[in-house]
């Protein structure tokens, strides 16, 4: 899809508006799939939480994908997109016990990543098999806010307790049938991935009954040209021979398991905004539009950097912007950024809009949700409407009556 495509959806159905072009999924998706083409069987769970839309699900539904889910709202999304309980793993993060076993009676396999609810969910239901979630202490990528695998993060087991992890499933006698890492998004080295790698083998050496190795996600997309980003064939080759030798030396053959949401969405979504005003101070020339981190809080909650381009006027003179957005707060979506000369009215196209962009909408300073569209074969298809005053007031109990002032006692 190309610039005019984008033009004509906002012209149909407005800004700022969420567009996702399904080729772009499919085609990474293929990728990645090409890539571990050498091990015997492969299962990439995407991971719900980038982009939920129940139209998005369908679709990777119909690719082949699984579902990575980390709630059991997400659970319930994806069996209602079509997804059968056994392509969904539930992989939560400090949730109770009640909701992992309401996962476990939808069908659904879960994931447990610490040693108190194992050792509940193992003693109360020991014939439901289980994966585990191994925190192997390694940094992934420079950010300590998306690095989710080191030492002091609160995510997976500690490969230092694998003793009384191997306690409660002998005493328990769980089942445990895979074993997973997830280290954070952003993996730029991929000897630190395979190091961490390797730590997984060493743990799954414990356990007799496995079907799965699960490596997390964590690929990083490139976000402009030039970036680095994962190579994901190299990856591909050197973690698949590595993953054959585990298996031939475990006796069996066992699935290789990912969960990528970045990497299948983030290049796919472009975010449309309508430039309200253009206002030169002292020192800049801001481009404000209709849209801010209600819309739009990457790079304001962890400063990511869209490429940000003037669909409206692509040949214009390159000029330099602060984009900002309309939100009475700092809602600074780019700064010193070189853009097609910019005039009011102009839809400005934010890129690598797919992941974490939409599911961390939200309604502040009481603006409506945009739409979302999904681009498929040629035309696109509108997968959610934008909210309206109603949705803003859903929910909210008006207790009117309370402040009303007293009736005035009748004086006979
Ligand atoms: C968020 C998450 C993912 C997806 O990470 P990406 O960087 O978007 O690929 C995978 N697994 C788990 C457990 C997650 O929480």
Not at 333 to 355: H, P, Q, V, Y
Not at 362 to 370: E, I, L, Q, T, V
Request: hydrophobic share 40%; charged share 20%; aromatic share 10%.
């Amino acid at each position: 899809m190309n610039s005019k495509d984008l033009l004509k959806l906002v012209d149909q159905y407005g800004a700022p508006l969420y567009v996702y072009d399904a080729d772009k999924i499919a085609s990474q998706f293929n990728r990645l799939t090409n890539a571990f083409k050498e091990v015997p069987s492969l299962k990439l769970n995407y991971a719900a939480k980038a982009l939920s839309n129940i139209s998005i699900l369908r679709f990777m539904n119909s690719l082949g994908s699984g579902l990575d889910t980390v709630s059991i709202q997400e659970v319930k999304l994806g069996l209602l997109a079509g997804f059968k309980p056994e392509s969904i793993i539930f992989t939560p993060n400090g949730v109770s016990l009640e909701e992992i076993e309401a996962a476990a009676s939808l069908g659904v396999q879960v994931n447990i990543d610490n040693l108190s609810i194992l050792e509940q969910f193992g003693s109360k239901h020991p014939d439901i098999p289980v994966c585990i979630r191994i925190n192997p202490h390694v940094m992934a990528g420079g950010n300590s806010k998306i690095s989710v695998g080191h030492i002091d993060s609160k995510f997976g087991i500690s490969i230092h307790q694998i003793p009384h992890l191997l306690r409660i499933v002998d005493l328990t006698k769980m089942n445990i049938n895979g074993i997973h890492m997830h280290t954070g998004s952003d993996i730029l080295d991929i000897d630190v991935f395979l190091y961490a790698s390797e730590i997984l083998f060493e743990t799954a050496k414990n356990f007799k009954d496995l079907e799965f190795i699960d490596f997390g996600s964590g690929f990083k997309v490139p976000y402009k040209e030039g970036d680095i980003q994962t190579n994901i064939e190299e990856l591909g080759k050197k973690l698949s021979a590595r993953f054959n030798e585990f298996c031939k030396n475990y006796g069996r053959d066992l699935t290789l398991a990912f969960e990528p949401g970045k990497f299948l969405v983030s290049e796919a979504g472009s975010f449309l905004a309508k430039v309200n005003v253009v206002k030169q101070t002292t020192s800049t020339v801001f481009a404000s539009v209709d849209s801010g981190f209600n819309h739009l809080i990457r790079p304001m909650l962890y400063g990511s950097s869209h490429e940000i381009i003037n669909i409206s006027n692509p040949t214009g003179r390159e000029r330099y912007y602060s984009v900002v957005g309309y939100i009475c707060e700092t809602d600074t979506f780019g700064s010193n950024r070189r853009i097609n000369e910019i005039s009011e009215g102009d839809i400005l196209c934010f890129k690598n809009a797919g992941a974490y962009c939409f599911t961390m909408a939200s309604n502040y300073n009481s603006r409506y949700r945009p739409a979302e569209v999904l681009w498929y074969k040629g035309k696109g298809h509108l997968i959610r409407e934008r909210e309206t005053f109603d949705d803003i007031l859903r929910n909210q109990v008006d207790v009117k009556s309370l402040f009303e002032a007293p009736k005035k006692e009748a004086v006979n």
